[in-house]
């Protein structure tokens, strides 16, 4: 049996306050890392405006995890203590 080992490498944009919403360069993968003592939500957005939602997240203090959303989608609705960054999936 062969391992299917992938690699996560971090890309260009880093949002570092995801109160606003951003395509984050049209990212497919995005790792979202939580700097906050307590949990912390976020959402995934057809529009600029967070009205049309795709998806509600939420992230487990100091934790971090990666979504997968279409390019045009945008991510955001967070607070001061996330950060979100464009990464590939390569392997």
């Given at each position: 049996m062969?391992?299917?080992?992938?690699a996560i490498k971090l890309k260009g944009t880093?949002?570092?306050?995801?109160?606003t919403y951003s395509t984050i360069?049209?990212?497919?993968?995005?790792?979202?890392?939580?700097?906050?003592t307590g949990g912390q939500n976020f959402r995934v957005s057809n529009d600029a405006?967070?009205?049309d939602l795709v998806a509600r997240y939420a992230v487990g203090?100091?934790?971090s995890l990666y979504i997968k959303k279409e390019p045009g989608q945008y991510l955001g609705g967070g607070s001061s203590l996330l950060r979100c960054s464009s990464v590939s999936v390569e392997g």
């Open positions: 062969s391992a299917d080992n992938k880093t949002l570092h306050t995801p109160t360069d049209d990212a497919v993968y995005v790792r979202v890392v939580s700097y906050s405006s967070g009205i203090p100091k934790e």
